[in-house]
């Protein structure tokens, strides 16, 4: 799960990360008074969309006085902001971030994430702070260091001098940035956070560090126990399909094909993409129904998959293990006689009672094509889509 930069910034807060001043709106009519509130004569606009190089879009504006300000947000709330990592559509902006100004003396790189090779949680940092991490990696490697944490002892002054001398910060920063590393690293692990990264995390002229902008991901699976992280949930900000696809428990992700796919388990859905693409065909999505189908979920994947467009015809590639074969075949009949499914439909059934799902959708009327094997059906459902 994402959240917002002024979200992220109020659990960093939290555990003692210093962050500027900010307030976050949706209406043009509190711009003033965030201003009087704030102080001072230089704010920075801050669009409030989950996508990074807001910047680069025109989504981060500075404003030296209140009418420019009040002009700056005006322009950022509302539009639809176009980023590296948004579509060509962008993401409209219904809220804004107005932070105080700060005297920046230098820039720095920082983010925090799961190293799955040394199951560790690791910094990573550089000195070319404000740059995509990217693009570092990619031309100047030697600019970026990653400090493995130990998880069973946490942040050690070993790691904090490491750091700092990387860094090259002078030795009188050696207690915050000391405080820096612990709060980020508690604020990280306490959290269930999958990725904490601060770009840019600046050295102000007070010689404080701040972190000036700052980006959070949590563990999906870890939310159950995370319920202040998931009232920070902006449903607006996904997909409606995805938004969907949760709400019953189904894994979906919209690809760019013409095979939409419905599979039980995310390595046999990964094998049936696969096959497909080796057979000349593209898969529309990826979608996982889980071991637990009824009727009513199988429908509704049935639904996210015919939601797109592209889709010329349908795979059903089922192994029946913990669900039934014959539950399977219920609910794909049920869910093609409830959405009038007009495409080709390919169907993949085997392990428990798949005898038993074969005769009901032999029996069904409908025009469902039966595969003995995942090749096969592979075959079919390219052929089938090929026809129209």
């Known amino acids: 799960m994402n959240i917002h930069e002024y979200q992220a910034k109020e659990i960093l807060k939290k555990y003692g990360v210093k962050t500027l ?29 989950h996508a990074g190089g807001r910047g680069k879009g025109g989504g981060v504006q500075v404003a030296k006085s209140k009418s420019e300000l009040l002009e700056k947000s005006s322009k950022i709330l509302g539009m639809n902001l176009i980023t590296p990592q948004t579509d060509a559509d962008g993401k409209k902006v219904n809220k804004i971030y107005i ?59 070993y790691h904090v001098r490491r750091l700092s001398y990387f860094l090259e910060l002078d030795k009188s920063f050696f207690k915050e940035l000391e405080s820096f590393l612990s709060s980020s690293y508690a604020a990280f692990k306490s959290s269930d956070a999958s990725l904490l990264e601060i770009n840019p995390l600046i050295v102000t002229s007070k010689n404080s560090l701040i972190a000036l902008d700052a980006k959070m991901n949590f563990d999906d699976n870890a939310l159950f126990r995370q319920k202040e992280i998931l009232d920070y949930r902006d449903e607006t900000e996904e997909d409606p399909v995805e938004l969907i696809a949760s709400k019953y428990d189904l894994s979906y992700i919209k690809l760019d094909g013409s095979i939409g796919c419905m599979v039980n388990g995310a390595g046999l859905a990964m094998a049936t993409m696969d096959i497909i693409k080796l057979n000349g065909g593209e898969p529309a999505n990826f979608l996982d129904v889980g071991g637990g189908a009824t009727k009513e979920k199988v429908t509704e994947a049935f639904k996210l998959i015919m939601s797109d467009k592209n889709v010329k015809g349908i795979l059903v590639n089922i192994f029946g293990g913990i669900m039934r ?39 069904s009327n409908l025009k469902i094509i039966s595969a003995d094997n995942l090749g096969d059906a592979a075959k079919k459902i390219v052929k089938s889509i090929g026809k129209n």
């Open 21 to 49: 001043k900010g307030f976050v709106t949706s209406s043009l009519g509190e711009i003033n008074k965030i201003a009087d509130n704030l102080g001072g004569n230089v704010w920075v606009v801050k669009a409030q969309i």
């Open 99 to 157: 932070e105080q100004g700060a005297e920046i003396s230098r820039e720095l790189y920082f983010s925090i994430l799961i190293d799955r090779k040394s199951s560790n949680i690791t910094f990573l940092a550089s000195t070319e702070g404000g740059m995509d991490i990217e693009e570092v990696a990619k031309k100047s490697p030697d600019k970026i260091i990653r400090i493995s944490i130990d998880n069973s002892i946490g942040v050690m002054p």
């Open 325 to 363: 074969c014959d539950i399977v075949a219920d609910g794909v009949v049920y869910a093609a006689r409830e959405i009038n499914l007009e495409v080709p439909l390919v169907v993949r059934l085997e392990g428990t009672n798949v005898e038993k799902g074969k005769e009901i959708l032999k029996n």
